[in-house]
Structures are given as C-alpha cells and as structure tokens.
C-alpha cells in the first residue's frame, strides 16, 4: 500500500468499477477537480446527507421513549420513568406530570399538557 507524508491524512486504497471510473472521470472533465476532490465531495454529501437521517432517527427514538416513560408513569401512580442513561425522568401524581432533572422540575397537567411534558423530556435527554 502507497503511503505519503501528506498532512492531509493516510492514503485510502480505492478501486473504481467501470462504471465509477466513467462517473470520475465525467466529474472531472466538467470541473470537479481531480479524483481526490471528487471522492472528497462525494463522501461529504453522503455524510451530511446521512446525519441529516441519523439525527431525526435519534429524534425520533427519543420522542418514543419519551411517550413510553409518560404512559408508564400514568400507569404507575408516584414512580419515576425515565430512559437509561439519562437523568431526566417523569413521576404523575396529584394530577400533574414532573419532569424532573438533577433536582430542577417542571409540572404539566396531565389533562392539557403531556405533550409538553414528552418535548421536555425530549428536549433534556437531546442536550445530554
């Protein structure tokens, strides 16, 4: 394997399809730069383009748990849910929903607020 003293990071054996030489080389023939730049380009689109998928799929899950640990805590009157590994939890009693967090808390009525409840919970375990 190549090696260089290049700064820039170790050299990444690649070997083009028939196909992908093609595309390379049409890259490069509108401007592209040179094969280098062109595969650089490419795996920055496909990593922002695939964070963009890992972020809302993280999202997601979260929001999952979260809508779990309310409808357990609504189902276990004065037990605290929460996700694993997280210090955010939720507690019902008194007709209210507490998200709490390392001692600081937020109530939500239970009738017109669990959506917020599940945000702030969302919202805590996002920033951890």
């Keep these: 394997m190549p090696t260089t003293n290049s700064p820039k990071g170790s050299a990444i054996p690649v070997r083009p399809t028939p196909q992908m030489r093609?595309?390379?080389?049409?890259?490069?023939?509108?401007?592209?730069g040179n094969q280098t730049d062109v595969i650089r380009t490419?795996?920055?689109?496909?990593h922002q383009?695939?964070?963009?998928?890992?972020n809302r799929y993280s999202k997601t899950h979260l929001q999952q748990e979260a809508f779990n640990?309310?409808?357990?805590?609504?189902?276990?009157r004065g037990e605290w849910f929460?996700?694993?590994?997280?210090?955010?939890?939720?507690?019902?009693?008194e007709?209210?929903?507490?998200?709490?967090d390392n001692g600081e808390g937020q109530d939500y009525d239970v009738q017109t607020e669990?959506?917020?409840?599940?945000?702030?919970?969302?919202?805590?375990?996002?920033?951890?």
Excluded: H, P
């Design 42 to 46: 490419a795996i920055d689109r496909m």
């Design 114 to 128: 669990q959506a917020k409840a599940m945000d702030a919970l969302v919202s805590d375990w996002t920033r951890e």
């Design 95 to 100: 007709g209210v929903l507490s998200v709490v």
């Design 69 to 76: 640990a309310i409808a357990n805590a609504l189902e276990n």
């Design 22 to 32: 093609q595309q390379l080389d049409e890259l490069i023939a509108a401007g592209w």
């Design 82 to 93: 929460g996700m694993k590994g997280r210090s955010s939890q939720v507690i019902f009693a």
């Design 49 to 54: 383009q695939e964070m963009r998928y890992m």
